[in-house]
Protein backbone atom coordinates (compact mmCIF):
# COMPACT_ATOMS: atom_id res chain seq x y z
CA UNK A 1 0.00 0.00 0.00
CA UNK A 2 0.88 3.54 -0.27
CA UNK A 3 -0.39 6.30 1.58
CA UNK A 4 -0.25 9.96 0.28
CA UNK A 5 -0.62 13.31 2.38
CA UNK A 6 -1.65 16.42 0.70
CA UNK A 7 -0.43 19.57 2.15
CA UNK A 8 -0.30 23.34 1.18
CA UNK A 9 -3.75 24.46 1.05
CA UNK A 10 -5.29 27.51 1.36
CA UNK A 11 -7.13 31.01 0.84
CA UNK A 12 -5.59 33.10 -1.84
CA UNK A 13 -6.48 36.17 -4.03
CA UNK A 14 -6.57 36.00 -7.43
CA UNK A 15 -3.28 36.51 -9.42
CA UNK A 16 -1.47 35.03 -6.41
CA UNK A 17 0.37 31.97 -5.73
CA UNK A 18 0.06 28.78 -3.82
CA UNK A 19 2.50 25.12 -3.51
CA UNK A 20 1.08 22.16 -2.61
CA UNK A 21 3.02 19.06 -1.16
CA UNK A 22 2.23 15.41 -1.49
CA UNK A 23 4.05 13.10 0.59
CA UNK A 24 4.26 9.30 -0.51
CA UNK A 25 4.95 6.99 2.16
CA UNK A 26 4.72 3.03 2.13
CA UNK A 27 5.10 0.80 -0.79
CA UNK A 28 6.70 3.56 -3.12
CA UNK A 29 8.77 1.81 -5.41
CA UNK A 30 5.49 0.12 -6.39
CA UNK A 31 4.23 3.35 -8.23
CA UNK A 32 4.84 4.36 -11.66
CA UNK A 33 3.96 8.12 -11.61
CA UNK A 34 2.17 10.44 -9.24
CA UNK A 35 0.03 13.87 -9.75
CA UNK A 36 -2.65 15.95 -8.91
CA UNK A 37 -6.39 16.32 -9.59
CA UNK A 38 -9.19 18.79 -8.93
CA UNK A 39 -12.69 18.47 -7.55
CA UNK A 40 -14.82 21.43 -7.54
CA UNK A 41 -18.45 21.63 -6.08
CA UNK A 42 -20.59 20.10 -8.07
CA UNK A 43 -18.43 19.13 -10.63
CA UNK A 44 -16.65 16.00 -11.80
CA UNK A 45 -12.69 15.41 -10.27
CA UNK A 46 -10.39 16.18 -13.10
CA UNK A 47 -6.75 15.82 -13.95
CA UNK A 48 -4.37 18.67 -13.56
CA UNK A 49 -0.87 17.12 -13.65
CA UNK A 50 1.33 14.23 -13.51
CA UNK A 51 5.24 13.23 -13.54
CA UNK A 52 6.19 9.98 -14.57
CA UNK A 53 9.04 8.51 -13.11
CA UNK A 54 10.35 6.58 -15.77
CA UNK A 55 11.53 9.17 -17.99
CA UNK A 56 10.12 12.55 -16.14
CA UNK A 57 7.87 13.03 -18.22
CA UNK A 58 5.21 15.33 -16.90
CA UNK A 59 1.57 16.74 -18.18
CA UNK A 60 -0.37 19.16 -17.66
CA UNK A 61 -4.13 19.81 -18.20
CA UNK A 62 -4.50 22.97 -20.96
CA UNK A 63 -6.24 24.37 -18.29
CA UNK A 64 -2.62 25.18 -16.26
CA UNK A 65 -0.68 25.11 -18.56
CA UNK A 66 1.99 27.84 -18.01
CA UNK A 67 0.24 28.77 -14.82
CA UNK A 68 1.30 26.04 -12.81
CA UNK A 69 4.51 23.68 -12.20
CA UNK A 70 4.46 20.37 -10.96
CA UNK A 71 8.15 18.88 -9.59
CA UNK A 72 10.02 15.86 -7.51
CA UNK A 73 11.91 15.09 -4.96
CA UNK A 74 12.77 11.72 -5.22
CA UNK A 75 14.99 11.27 -2.33
CA UNK A 76 12.16 12.52 0.06
CA UNK A 77 9.25 10.61 -1.97
CA UNK A 78 7.58 14.02 -2.55
CA UNK A 79 5.44 15.83 -5.26
CA UNK A 80 5.27 19.18 -5.57
CA UNK A 81 2.70 21.85 -7.15
CA UNK A 82 3.31 25.37 -7.48
CA UNK A 83 -0.06 27.45 -8.57
CA UNK A 84 0.72 30.67 -9.89
CA UNK A 85 -1.66 33.20 -11.55
CA UNK A 86 -4.29 32.04 -9.04
CA UNK A 87 -7.72 32.36 -11.20
CA UNK A 88 -10.96 31.64 -9.46
CA UNK A 89 -12.17 28.74 -11.28
CA UNK A 90 -9.24 27.23 -9.96
CA UNK A 91 -11.07 26.61 -6.30
CA UNK A 92 -11.67 22.88 -5.69
CA UNK A 93 -10.21 20.42 -3.71
CA UNK A 94 -6.85 18.88 -5.03
CA UNK A 95 -6.15 15.55 -5.05
CA UNK A 96 -2.56 13.83 -5.01
CA UNK A 97 -2.59 10.60 -7.24
CA UNK A 98 -0.27 7.84 -7.49
CA UNK A 99 0.05 5.25 -10.10
CA UNK A 100 0.98 1.32 -9.66
CA UNK A 101 1.57 0.57 -13.49
CA UNK A 102 3.23 2.40 -16.11
CA UNK A 103 1.55 5.75 -17.44
CA UNK A 104 1.17 5.73 -21.09
CA UNK A 105 0.47 9.33 -22.63
CA UNK A 106 -3.07 8.34 -23.41
CA UNK A 107 -3.78 7.38 -19.95
CA UNK A 108 -2.50 10.01 -17.91
CA UNK A 109 -5.60 12.09 -17.31
CA UNK A 110 -7.69 9.12 -16.01
CA UNK A 111 -8.96 8.70 -12.76
CA UNK A 112 -9.10 4.96 -13.47
CA UNK A 113 -5.40 4.90 -13.79
CA UNK A 114 -4.57 5.80 -10.65
CA UNK A 115 -4.88 3.50 -7.55
CA UNK A 116 -3.54 5.37 -4.47
CA UNK A 117 -5.38 8.45 -3.30
CA UNK A 118 -4.57 11.49 -0.84
CA UNK A 119 -7.48 12.90 1.79
CA UNK A 120 -7.56 16.45 -0.47
CA UNK A 121 -6.78 19.84 0.40
CA UNK A 122 -8.93 22.67 0.19
CA UNK A 123 -8.06 25.50 -2.12
CA UNK A 124 -9.39 28.66 -2.20
CA UNK A 125 -8.97 31.54 -4.65
CA UNK A 126 -10.71 35.05 -4.23
CA UNK A 127 -11.68 37.33 -6.71
Known amino acids: QVQLVESGGGLVQAGGSLRLSCAAS????????MGWFRQAPGKEREFVSV????????YYADSVKGRFTISRNSALNRVYLQMNSLKPEDTAVYYC????????????????????WGQGTQVTVSS
Open 97 to 116: AAASSYLAATMVSRKTTYDY
Open 26 to 33: GRTFRTYG
Open 51 to 58: VRWSDSSI
